[in-house]
């Protein structure tokens, strides 16, 4: 198979490019028009699914981060719509890092999206980042999403000749192979605590494609062998019906817990890490992406589409019926089971709910697995999507 290498990967914005859009790209653009918050300049938090009167809920600091998430996804996109300027977006987003209580992920994200749109981040925002960057202390609060992000944020700047940045790529990834790389494969959620082994999968994502891409601007073959066992992990515990389980133990390496499985799991995350694993040889990775992705084209417990191409919107999850609002059932759950040494499984489709909404972040993930991929037609061009596009 041919994947588009990630060097070409920073199309031009006046859109001069050898091949269009494909219907999953479009699709994902119309959703980003839904969620798109005029007055604020930005994509929403939610954009809720129950037909209430004003469907976009903003939570001004994730706002933010799914914001940039998006715009690192346009930084693959051959054509641009007219009315998103990019740069202009960038900019005010990124001014709102140093005045939202944000997560030290979005920071990550802020540094991977303008090295891969080739924007520079203004100079408070810079020394933010730095602040946090130069003091090893404080990694130890931080989670895995914020190191993975941060790591592949650093990465993706020293790859363009920021040598600004470049200084923190390898002890940031000493950090995540000393305090995050668990035994069974699987990596740890945090360096300590009770947490520490209770994992989710954007876990796994986060990290897996952090070491990717420092193994290989690096030429570090630990790193890559390191993200490799992870992702060969993953797909030996992928449901039958190509499933990304949402949670796991670290240490044991088995799933404590099946739900939510989220759409943008199996549409976004996994085929963005999925491609890494495709070009180092990882066996299956093809077919695992094939598999999770056709379960949002129905092929899932419900048997239902999660996508709803007319609208360019998709469902968030299928979760199990009574736990929409509370998490605590789903962490007695993931204890009991960790305690036990025991697997968790899917439950009767009778007992599964959907969660009716929809988030911005989810078709940036979209734009960014899929955005170069010319290989998957059965996917991109699906006539599901070719229907959306009317």
Known sequence: MTIVPFATTNRKADGNTAERNSPLINFALRGLDRCWIAGQRRWSHIYHLDGRPEPNESKPESDVFYTLNVLLGLSRVAELPAHVDVRAIF????ASLTRLP??????????????????????????????????????????????????????????KGRVRWSRYAEPLFRFLRDKHQGGSGLF???????????????????????????????D????????????RKLIALQGPRGEWPWFFDAVGGQVLDFYEVYSVHQYGMA??????????GEPGAREALIRGFEWVLGANQLGRPMVMP??????????????????????????????????????????????????SYEFGWILWAFGLRRDLR?????AAFVIGEG
């Open 91 to 94: 900019a005010r987003n990124c």
């Open 102 to 159: 944000v997560r030290s992920y979005a920071l990550g994200m802020a540094l991977w999206a303008g090295a891969e749109l080739e924007l520079e981040l203004e100079e408070p925002v810079s020394r933010k980042i730095e602040a946090l960057l130069s003091g090893n202390a404080e990694w130890e609060r931080l989670h895995a999403q914020d190191i993975g992000m941060l790591l592949t944020g650093v990465v993706a700047q020293s790859r």
């Open 188 to 218: 740890f959620d945090t360096p300590r605590g009770l947490r520490r082994r209770f994992a989710s999968f954007a876990t796994q994502v986060y990290l897996s494609i952090a070491c990717y891409q420092y193994g290989e601007h690096a």
């Open 220 to 231: 570090d073959p630990t790193a890559i062998a390191i993200a490799n066992a992870c992702v």
């Open 271 to 280: 085929p963005a890490l999925l491609e890494w694993a495709e070009r180092f």
């Open 310 to 359: 007319e609208t360019g919107l998709s469902i968030r999850s299928q979760i199990r019926r009574g736990e929409r609002d509370s998490k605590a059932p789903r962490m007695a759950r993931a204890v009991a089971n960790s305690l036990l040494r025991r697997s968790s499984g899917l439950v009767n489709p009778a007992r599964l709910d959907l969660r009716l909404e929809c988030r």
């Open 378 to 382: 059965a996917l991109t061009d699906h």
